[in-house]
């Protein structure tokens, strides 16, 4: 998948360009930042256990799940948004140019 991408982009460089515009980069940035957070706070629990912290763990796992809802809240918005503009593969898919298909096609999917 990603050697098919990475060739996709360079037969392609000026769609991917053009329809990579049309990400939410706040969106991107707002989920990384919550997985690599989350990421520390579930270390944070293991190494609460391995501590036998029973309410370190128990807060540190309720905050994981926290931010994993908050990653999906954030994926949704970012997917009703590439919906509302027929960037998603499926029957509107159609209405979208040909060169935005094939970057849509790799950073998408249902």
Request: with cysteine.
């Amino acid at each position: 998948m990603f050697l098919s991408y990475v060739t996709y982009r360079h037969a392609y460089p000026t769609a991917f360009a053009a329809a990579s515009r049309h990400t939410i980069v706040l969106f991107g940035t707002l989920n990384t930042a919550i997985l690599l957070t989350s990421s520390l706070t579930m270390v944070l629990a293991v190494h609460a256990a391995q501590q036998n912290s029973q309410k370190l763990l128990v807060r540190y796992l309720l905050l994981t799940v926290f931010l994993g809802c908050c990653f999906l809240v954030i994926k949704g918005l970012e997917y009703r948004a590439d919906l509302a503009e027929h960037l998603w593969p499926g029957r509107a898919f159609g209405k979208t140019s040909p060169l935005k298909r094939k970057y849509f096609g790799f950073s998408t999917g249902p």
